[in-house]
């Protein structure tokens, strides 16, 4: 089953708002989770590194004010897009490793902005 | 620094033939070596993996991988396919050192012909 719980699956907002995408690892505790960002066809890119109690790591490129990253718990990351415009259109999917495990992988949220 | 190339974003094979998605990797250190999968608008399932000990690795659903690091590859086998085998497939490598931080490769888009 499902070890990592991605919520909503997709979501449409209009040009402005911000949306909240919720990434729960379920059964197991995760002090480190991973948000990537997925064009159509094209691979998926790290946006982050989710650490639970402190900042998250932004890779190169990636606007920390834009993509706010909440850990609070250790099973909870949140990943907000903020004022979002039509070019954060995407496919963006968080991951979680579970001890010695690969990564386990959400299903992903799907984010059109109109 | 460390990337993925994976040759064919695109291949076509009928049902129970061969199949082969191909995977070179570059590492300066020892790599981990992954291959996912992805159906539309999912995350992504884990085939299987290399990490240390016997290079031939089998995974799930038949597939199996081959580290060769002489030719730094890690190419995708099936010997006969199904069709439910049409998806989008992922190699992805990280390293010994840092497991979590994934570097994917660009996919490679499986068909499936009856």
């Known amino acids: 089953g499902a070890v990592v719980s991605q919520h909503p699956s997709w979501v449409i907002c209009k040009s402005g708002t911000s949306v909240k995408i919720e990434c729960r690892s379920l059964?197991?505790?995760?002090?480190?989770m991973f948000w990537y960002r997925q064009f159509p066809k094209q691979s998926l890119m790290l946006m982050a590194t989710?650490?639970?109690?402190?900042?998250?790591?932004?890779e190169q490129g990636v606007e920390k004010d834009k993509f706010l990253i909440n850990h609070a718990s250790l099973t909870l990351s949140t990943l907000t897009v903020t004022s979002a415009h039509p070019e954060d259109s995407s496919f963006y999917i968080c991951?979680?490793?579970?001890?010695?495990?690969?990564?386990?992988f959400g299903n992903g949220t799907r984010l059109t902005v109109t | 620094a460390q990337s993925v190339t994976q040759l064919g974003s695109h291949v076509s094979v009928s049902e129970g033939a061969l199949v082969l998605l191909r995977c070179n990797y570059s590492?300066?250190?020892?790599?981990?070596l992954f291959w996912y999968v992805q159906y539309p608008n999912q995350g992504l399932q884990l085939l299987l993996k290399?990490?240390?000990?016997?290079?031939l690795v089998k995974g799930i659903n038949g597939f199996e991988a081959e580290f060769k690091k002489s030719e730094t590859s890690f190419h995708l086998t099936k010997p006969s396919a199904h069709m439910s085998d049409a998806a989008e497939y992922f190699c992805?490598?990280?390293?010994?050192?840092?497991?979590?931080?994934?570097?994917f490769g660009t996919g490679t888009r499986l068909q499936v012909f009856p």
């Open positions: 991951s979680a490793n579970r001890g010695n495990s690969p990564l386990h």
């Open positions: 059964d197991f505790q995760a002090t480190t």
């Open positions: 989710s650490n639970e109690g402190s900042k998250a790591t932004y």
């Open positions: 590492s300066s250190v020892p790599p981990y």
């Open positions: 290399y990490t240390t000990g016997a290079t």
């Open positions: 992805a490598v990280s390293s010994s050192y840092n497991t979590d931080k994934l570097i």
